[in-house]
């Protein structure tokens, strides 16, 4: 089965501090993309930040960024200078043609 | 852009009832997608479209469970003889398809389905 798997059910950060969210994933593609959603309480879900599998660069949005290491299938989310805001459910995904197979998400609480 | 809009937001149905949702996409997305989300879980794909094409099926939509998209507009899911496994929360999604892979999804709030 080509899953996603994000092994920190919750996770709290104080408010300026950064955290890291972590993902591994299963493919047998060669070329693919993967996702960082966010979705706030009672709130539709959001897209943070995607990365091309064949570009070896991270991405960056602003205070987003990823660590992808394609060999390891590993695909973690850092939040630098965390705010309130932030505090949600953030699910990784893995997808190809746009179907996309998502983790069971990390539970983030910023706390001030 | 007015983003993707599901109806009803909440609906509450008892064992066996029928029950239809409609997503209205963004408009200039040519993809649409269903997926079902319950409590602690991520969202679970269920179908997608491409215009008025039902490109893919999930194995976990059961012939009790029914999609469309005509005229590649709007869509409805339809879900027939309702089980309280049902019970989850439905999302649509839209994304235009630009010939590379990657689109990004925009989702809509959810319809909210409880069967009693």
């Known amino acids: 089965a080509q899953t996603v798997t994000q092994s920190q059910p919750e996770m709290s950060v104080q408010e300026a501090e950064t955290v890291t969210l972590s993902c591994t994933y299963d493919?047998?593609?060669?070329?693919?993309?993967l996702f960082w959603y966010k979705q706030p309480p009672s709130r539709q879900m959001i897209l943070v930040i995607r990365q091309e599998a064949y570009k070896q660069q991270n991405a960056t949005e602003n205070r987003f960024s990823v660590n992808f290491q394609k060999a390891a299938k590993s695909f973690s989310l850092k939040i630098s200078d965390s705010q309130l805001g932030d505090t949600a459910m953030y699910f990784c995904?893995?997808?190809?043609?746009?179907?996309?197979?998502f983790g069971k998400g990390t539970k983030l609480s910023v706390k001030p | 852009d007015t983003g993707v809009s599901q109806d009803p937001r909440h609906k509450i149905t008892k064992r066996g009832q029928n029950v239809t949702f409609r997503c209205d996409p963004i408009?200039?997305?040519?993809?649409l997608y269903w997926y079902r989300q319950t409590l602690g879980q991520g969202p679970e794909f269920l179908t997608y479209f491409q215009n008025e094409a039902q490109l893919e099926k999930s194995r976990l939509l059961s012939d009790r469970f029914s999609a469309e998209r005509p005229k590649g507009s709007f869509s409805t899911l339809e879900i027939q003889r309702t089980e309280q496994g049902d019970s989850a929360m439905y999302l649509c999604?839209?994304?235009?398809?630009?010939?590379?892979?990657?689109?990004?999804?925009?989702f809509g709030n959810g319809t909210r389905l409880t069967v009693t």
């Open positions: 999604a839209s994304s235009p398809f630009v010939g590379t892979l990657g689109s990004p999804l925009h």
């Open positions: 493919t047998s593609e060669s070329n693919y993309y």
């Open positions: 408009s200039e997305h040519n993809r």
């Open positions: 995904a893995r997808g190809s043609q746009g179907n996309l197979i």
